[in-house]
T-cell receptor, first 107, second 117 residues
Framework: GIQVEQSPPDLILQEGANSTLRCNFS?????LQWFHQNPWGQLINLFY???GTKQNGRLSATTVATERYSLLYISSSQTTDSGVYFCAVKEGNDMRFGAGTRLTVKP | DTGVSQDPRHKITKRGQNVTFRCDPISEHNRLYWYRQTLGQGPEFLTY????????KSRLLSDRFSAERPKGSFSTLEIQRTEQGDSAMYLC???????????????FGPGTRLTVL
């Protein structure tokens, strides 16, 4: 099956800093999503981005499907951005998740 | 659009007991998915329904796990003879279904956290 690797596994930032999270996948995909899992476990949809670039406020994402990676950019980070960020790709009927990047934003 | 809901949010049970979890998808979504998430890992796919048909169940973890979606609306996930290793977060997701585009975007519920003592 498709392998999904996320980096870095852990990231600690000072409030206001920018960051880039990476997701590599081992085969071509036609469905890729980024999620933020809050401290209560809720997975919040950030982007549905099988290809191209999207922006939503301080967050943006780029997927280069031909090179099998996606990037999530967080600008001017806030403490509420803390949590785990997951990349997931669709393979057949299921979504394959990476192990996540745990982001901690310190005030 | 009230989002995906799950019940209960937390369940504590003793080893050997049966448990059942419920998921209510977004109302117009015809696809429903169950996942399990253990500590420090990403969610792991278990099974998938399109309307009332269970189209993928080979990833259910053992024959103690079963799922139903009898009328194509809500779904239940049952674990029989629970074991301590079943302790995890059980997540439900739904999507519109159809070919391509945002029809495949999955939206997740808040999860049911199971603790087996």
């Amino acid at each position: 099956g498709i392998q999904v690797e996320q980096s870095p596994p852990d990231l600690i930032l000072q409030e206001g800093a920018n960051s880039t999270l990476r997701c590599n996948f081992s085969d071509s995909v036609n469905n890729l999503q980024w999620f933020h899992q809050n401290p209560w476990g809720q997975l919040i949809n950030l982007f549905y981005i099988p290809s191209g670039t999207k922006q939503n406020g301080r967050l943006s994402a780029t997927t280069v499907a031909t090179e099998r990676y996606s990037l999530l950019y967080i600008s001017s980070s806030q403490t509420t951005d803390s949590g785990v960020y997951f990349c997931a790709v669709k393979e057949g009927n299921d979504m394959r998740f990476g192990a996540g990047t745990r982001l901690t934003v310190k005030p | 659009d009230t989002g995906v809901s799950q019940d209960p949010r937390h369940k504590i049970t003793k080893r050997g007991q049966n448990v059942t979890f419920r998921c209510d998808p977004i109302s117009e979504h015809n696809r429903l998915y169950w996942y399990r998430q253990t500590l420090g890992q990403g969610p792991e796919f278990l099974t998938y329904f399109q309307n009332e048909a269970q189209l993928e169940k080979s990833r259910l973890l053992s024959d103690r796990f079963s799922a139903e979606r009898p009328k194509g609306s809500f779904s239940t996930l049952e674990i029989q003879r629970t074991e301590q290793g079943d302790s995890a977060m059980y997540l439900c997701a739904s999507s519109l279904g159809g070919s391509g585009g945002h029809y495949n975007e999955q939206f997740f519920g808040p999860g049911t956290r199971l603790t087996v003592l």
